[in-house]
């Protein structure tokens, strides 16, 4: 019996020893991260059979057991992960929000600033300290998109050697994982089996700090080893072994870092497929709004170059000259296009230049090969566009033209264009002389102080520079005749050859002869002889005639100008003392088919003019047409609309502006082009293209910031959960400590009284 109760003493007491230290390392590691709390499981020893029943031979200590529930474990690594990347989105966010919403180094007072001069120069045209002032915004301008470009640059590069440095410490989590499997497999090897706690703790805590960095999934292999994977499920750990990720050039662009796996002699590239964690913040930043940011400001700085490019090519500057580029070219220059690096067709063969700033997507696209086909993909809405006519000739898509330079381009090669990406860093001034800033416009067009007719025409503008011809033109308002010459038909005597007749043709306005042609003259070759015919009388006639050589129509118009109606009569005549009769017949310069028996055809012309006819200073037609009230009458890259009631004769005057000194109309017209809705198809300024970039960025911000405090929200009390479960708690430990203290002397009361029991017994034998 005293064994009985020494033995059971002293198995509490080892038990108690053992609960004993259990807690007092609880209490030691209560503020050692990833650390769980764990237990000591008793159990009863095998009791001995005796006759009348069975006695107890005290505890056993079954195992030692750490606080672990796999579901919360699991849940707060995936919110690990979505908290580290919504922070690390939102951390880059906001310093884009920030470049960008710069009271003092926005872009946006800059941009007024620019304007505000523009408008200062329209109205003081001539004034050089204006004009100045002009170029130095200008450059303030340039250098504010320049800088804001730099920016996102300079976070680009960042994000390089974020990425670099993300890779490295993922790898270094991953190679300690595969490590400490090795690890608590042998430990479970030389423990019978039994559950090496520390490292347990150990490989969780360095999950849940790889889950920090991208997000993961595990499973267990059976022998004690967890299999670790990331993206969508590539294997980074796999029993003992890891995998190390590694950086790569992106297939197009050899400045943007990847992320891949190592394949033979090459790699796979898995930045598309992998999220959570601060890595995968970093990779969504870059797609989601890096990238757009910096597209976006591009086309900005694009659209605002090409635009005011072209309307102050419509202008003149001090020194009479056509205004040139004011910034230089984006639209040619800018645009850049990537080979894939597995290409055998050199990104050279192509060009792609901005023809239509105003429908730019701000997008980049993918060109594409397959087969015989070509088609150019948005790579914002993955719209993709079949060409059908490049390569054999140029193809435009969304204002961008793309043209084949030389060779061909191989099946399956695919290019990179990005229209806009480098617009704000090339943008840069090409006027630097305040006198070269086109404020005025090239021509001049004024009413003749003769007109009888109330119209009216307007300034006049330049349209196409390239097509512009500098002279004094002058638009007559005039009268479409059916006069015709050919020298061939019309005018062709017929006489009856039954009669000795002496026959004439008689060509009179407003009852003047002005042309006469007898039986067997030459006829009038062509419309110009006619017309020379009907001038040489015009001071007698008040009319004269014009031709435009293209259509071949013949134009009168009274000169001096009239609100009176004048008339053309055509008559056959018989000089001789015959009468004529039906047989004799003539075909006249002015359709009329005269005979003996209706000889004569009057037709009646003005003062209200139908047509229009475009003059230079040597008298030769540049332009006709009918005459339509407010519509546009354009020629030589010239363009000028008359309108109201014009009479036939009517004058208006287009000339040269050989001085732009008190000239404003260009300077208000590019002044306008601040509020015009130039891009965006049209529905958009550059104003609100900023505003909508700044918005856009502002918006990202703020949900990234909703998003960060809702995920750590999440986490938070993910790792309460874990706490409750896992975490030491003093108090709970201190009266653990008390009862395992209580427990060990109480069982070493039992081993005392069993020994004076068993003293007892040692003095009745001795006596």
């Known amino acids: 019996m005293a064994g009985g109760i020494l033995a059971s003493g002293v198995s509490g007491l080892l038990a108690a020893q053992r609960a004993l230290a259990t807690t007092a390392n609880n209490i030691s590691n209560v503020n050692t991260e990833g650390y769980s709390r764990q237990r000591v499981e008793f159990a009863t020893r ?42 690390e989105f939102n951390k880059l966010a906001s310093r884009v929000n920030n470049l960008l919403v710069d009271a003092d180094a926005g872009l946006m007072p800059s941009m007024q600033a620019f304007f505000n001069s523009v408008q200062l120069v329209s109205e003081s045209p001539g004034d050089n300290v204006a004009r100045q002032v002009l170029l130095s915004d200008s450059e303030t301008l340039v250098a504010r998109f320049q800088r804001f470009n730099q920016g996102l640059s300079d976070t680009r590069e960042s994000l390089n050697q974020t990425i670099q440095t993300e890779i490295a410490e993922i790898n270094g989590l991953t190679t300690a994982i595969g490590n400490i499997n090795r690890e608590i497999s042998s430990a479970i090897s030389s423990g019978n089996g039994n559950s090496p706690n520390d490292l347990l703790d150990k490989r969780d805590q360095l999950i849940l700090e790889l889950s920090r960095n991208i997000s993961v999934s595990t499973v267990e292999d059976g022998n004690g080893g967890l299999n670790v994977f990331i993206g969508t499920g590539q294997a980074v750990v796999v029993g003992f072994e890891s995998r190390d990720l590694l950086s790569m050039n992106n297939a197009y662009d050899p400045e943007q870092l990847e992320i891949g ?49 072209q309307q102050h090519r419509l202008g003149v500057d001090l020194n009479g000259a056509l205004g040139g580029d004011y910034f230089n070219s984006l639209g040619e220059n800018t645009p850049e296009i990537l080979g894939n690096q597995n290409n055998s067709s050199a990104a050279s063969q192509i060009n792609v230049s901005v023809t239509d700033v105003s429908q730019l997507t701000g997008s980049n696209y993918r060109l594409d090969r397959i087969g015989t086909n070509y088609s150019l993909t948005n790579l914002d809405s993955n719209r993709a566009v079949m060409l059908t006519s490049f390569p054999g000739s140029s193809e435009t898509v969304d204002g961008i033209t793309l043209d084949l330079m030389v060779g061909t381009i191989a099946d399956g090669d695919s290019f990179l264009i990005r229209p806009v990406r480098n617009a704000a860093q090339d943008m840069g001034l090409e006027i630097t002389d305040p006198k070269n800033i086109a404020m005025a416009v090239p021509v001049r067009a004024t009413r003749s102080l003769d007109n009888t007719g109330s119209g009216s025409i307007d300034s006049g503008r330049v349209t196409d520079p390239s097509a512009y011809i500098a002279d004094s033109y002058s638009v007559v308002m005039a009268d479409t005749t059916s ?3 050919d020298g061939a038909t019309i005018g062709v005597i017929t006489d ?25 003259d030459p006829l009038l070759a062509d419309q110009d002889a006619l017309a020379t015919q009907i001038n040489l009388s015009t001071a007698t006639t008040g ?79 540049e332009a006709s047409g009918t005459y339509t009230s407010g519509d546009p009458i354009t020629f030589n890259g010239i363009e000028a609309t008359v309108s109201g009631a014009v009479n036939s004769g009517d004058n208006f005057s287009i000339v040269h ?57 999440i986490l938070q009390a993910n790792l309460e959960e874990r706490a409750s479960i896992a975490g030491v708690n003093l108090d709970e430990e201190a009266a653990n400590l008390m009862q395992y203290q209580q427990a060990f002397q109480a069982a070493a009361q039992l081993i005392s009284a069993a020994d004076s029991m068993f003293q007892t017994l040692l003095n009745s034998i001795g006596r």
């Open 496 to 520: 009856d050859a039954g009669t000795a007749n002496a026959l004439q043709y008689r060509l009179m306005i407003n009852g003047t002869a002005v042309y006469t042609q007898n039986e067997g």
């Open 261 to 309: 796996f190592a394949a033979g002699a090459g790699a796979v590239e898995l930045s598309a497929q992998l999220r959570g964690g601060s890595l995968g913040g970093l990779l969504n930043f870059r797609s989601e709004l890096l990238d757009s940011a910096q597209d976006s400001l591009g086309r900005i700085a694009m659209g605002l170059a090409e635009v005011f490019n």
């Open 543 to 621: 009319v004269r005639a014009y031709v435009d050589g293209v259509s071949g129509t013949l134009y009168m118009a009274q000169d001096p100008s009239s609100a009176l109606p004048f008339t053309v009569t055509e008559a056959l005549l018989d000089t001789g003392p015959t009468a004529m009769d039906a047989a004799d017949a003539v075909t006249g310069y002015f359709g009329a088919a005269l005979t003996g028996a209706a000889p004569s055809n009057t037709v009646t012309y003005g003062g209200a003019a139908d047509s229009y006819i475009v003059l230079d200073s040597s008298g030769n037609t």
């Open 483 to 485: 006069g015709v010459a």
């Open 657 to 713: 502006n050989s001085s732009g000194v008190s000239d404003n109309r260009n300077a208000l017209l590019l002044a306008a082009l601040q509020t015009n809705l130039s891009l965006e198809g049209g529905t958009a300024s550059f104003e609100d293209a900023f505003g909508t970039m700044v918005a856009d960025v502002a918006s990202q911000t703020y949900q990234s910031n909703i998003s960060s405090k809702a995920n750590n929200s």
């Open 46 to 87: 095998t009791p001995d059979a005796t006759g009348y029943g069975f006695v107890g031979n005290g505890v056993t200590i079954s195992s030692i057991e750490r606080s672990f529930d796999a579901f919360v474990t699991s849940q707060l690594r995936s919110s690990t992960s979505s908290s580290e990347q919504a922070s």
